[in-house]
């Protein structure tokens, strides 16, 4: 396998570390092999977009989500370093509105699977970032919500130094209690 595989504080959500094969070369990694990632996640899943974010230092981008056509995501950083954060909206699930925030850095080449029915957002830490990520389905605006980055009723812990740099949509995301949500199935 060519990535080790660490369960987060939220069930679903795993933590990818690949072997990174080094020399006086450089370095060699595989970033995405289907038949092991199938395998981590225990069912086959298809990529069918990918999107790819440059942001400067304190931009927070999220949390986002699509309330249809509903995107699992595979985040990766390929400069800098980022705060990656998910939240559980899946109404009636045990780990209904928690969230999970995990520091991805181009250097460790860590990467972070958020399935279907959580929002998603980053923090830019570094001078710079870009962020990658695959997504099982197509971005739809017309589906797509936001959720407010400092809902207290969530309380995420951001790495904040000051305000962050926000869109207009992002600072008036509503909270959790007036967000469309996913149901169980």
């Not at 977009?49 to 931009?59: A, E, F, G, L, R």
């Not at 904040?160 to 869109?167: K, M």
């Amino acid at each position: 396998m060519p990535f080790t595989t660490h369960q987060t504080s939220l069930n679903g959500v795993l933590l990818l570390e690949p072997k990174v094969f080094s020399d006086d070369r450089g370095v060699f990694y595989e970033s995405f092999n289907h038949r092991d990632l199938t395998n981590a996640l225990g069912n086959a899943i298809t990529f069918v977009q990918d999107n790819h974010s440059q942001s400067k230092k304190n931009v927070l981008r999220g949390l986002h989500y699509q309330i249809k056509q509903t995107q699992g995501k595979l985040v990766k950083v390929t400069r800098g370093e980022v705060f990656d954060v998910c939240v559980n909206l899946q109404r009636g699930h045990p780990q209904f509105g928690q969230w999970a925030g995990i520091r991805l850095h181009a250097e460790d080449k860590r990467q972070v699977w958020i399935p279907p029915g959580f929002a998603h957002g980053f923090l830019i830490l570094t001078d710079g970032a870009e962020v990658m990520y695959k997504t099982t389905d197509y971005y739809a605006p017309e589906h797509e919500r936001s959720l407010l980055w400092n809902d207290p009723a969530i309380g995420i812990q951001w790495p904040l130094i000051g305000q962050p740099i926000l869109s207009k949509k992002d600072a008036s995301a509503p909270p959790l209690a007036q967000a469309e949500l996913f149901d169980l199935v």
